[in-house]
């Protein structure tokens, strides 16, 4: 690999790895806790992948604020996308989305899953919703100015 690319790996995976380890045995208790969970796993990746779209001379490097975003939002997306999952994995629940969230609604984050409070998941899944939607003019603003065709297809359509 090219040096500017092995630089941006480099830089993004020990950030990254360091970040994690914090949550490993750290719960998302608040909106800050899952912006900056959300920011390790999927921010930095956003600001290493512009790094390696601008490494590969098709896109112009973005500020790393709305690499951030851009990632956060797609990470928000998969965490709500994946509540099942998460919480039924077995031998122990994952569980990505802040209690200040959804403890405005139940006891247990997995009390969402029941039938008999669909109603209350609804106005849960709402307030996650609503909480990445925070990233959306960041999101279009990236995604306006990519020029290579695959970059933005990659970038909008969520893995």
Known sequence: LKKGYQEA??????????????????????????????HYVAGLVGLGLSKLFHAGGTEKLFPDSISN???LFLQK???????????????????FWPREIWSKYVNKLEELKYEE?????VQCLNDMVTNALIHIDDCLKYMSELRDPAIFRFCAIPQ
């Open 77 to 95: 997306t998969n965490i709500i996308r994946d509540y099942l999952e998460d919480i039924n994995e077995i031998p122990k629940s994952r569980m």
């Open 69 to 71: 975003s851009m990632g």
């Open 9 to 38: 790996i480099e830089d993004i995976t020990m950030r990254m790895g360091a970040g994690m380890a914090k949550f490993i045995c750290k719960e998302v208790e608040t909106i800050d806790d899952y912006d900056e969970y959300c």
């Open 117 to 121: 409070n669909s109603e209350k998941a």
